[in-house]
């Protein structure tokens, strides 16, 4: 692949190969992905998928799930989704909206009450040797951290917004996503590399997270549904 710097409209433009880009989006774009790449519970998801048999081949198709999702999440957002929800919801009273707010409320503090945070001493789970339950999990994991996708949202509106050709938007949208998979890639690089060792921190960080995930998961619930059940009785108060 053949790169230069040329200027023009677009100061300091990237050209491979008739892709243009300008650098500074580029930079920030590249940025953005850097931080978004740094998720703790991908990692803990992967160090997961890497016990048991097979481990590196799995963690591939944990990577490619996540990679599919990412993807796929960004030709959508481009498409226009964004817009089509904002539009939807819009339009709902906010009587409606209220009532979610005391629904999820008391849901999450039903559920924090009633989950155990002492679980029954179990033989350590050892994942199945399969491909498509690691690409699965993957995708689903993927899907739940969608909350944390501030800097994926932040790059599709720069690109968005830079008036660029479809085949532009499509490489910078891939450069993103592969930049977003290099630490995931780098597990399975360490554990190659050093598989012994990686069993051990990994039975360790397993511990740590059956240890403390569960009162995590426990008390956040209910600090949470209780905060959504006082927003919205402020809301009817002052109404």
Known sequence: MVASLRFGAAPWALTFKGFSLDTRLFIAVLGLALLDSLNPMLFAGELFVLRGAHPERRAFAFIAGVFVVMVVGGLLLAGGLTRWVAAYF???????????????????????????THADVRVVRKPPSGLFGPFLFGALLMLNEVTTAVPYFAAIALMSEA??????????LLVYNLVFVVPLLTFVAVH???????????????????????R??????LAFGVLLLGGAAVTVALS
């Open 192 to 214: 190659r590399a050093y598989r012994d060792h990686f069993d051990v921190v990994s039975d360790r960080i397993d511990g740590w997270m059956r240890k403390w995930g569960p």
């Open 216 to 221: 995590v998961l426990r008390y956040g619930s």
């Open 90 to 116: 819009s339009r709902l009273p906010d009587e409606v909206w209220l009532l979610a707010q005391v629904a999820l409320g008391l849901g999450l503090v039903l559920f924090g009450l009633s989950y155990r």
């Open 163 to 172: 008036s660029l050709t479809p085949s532009e938007w499509l490489i910078g």
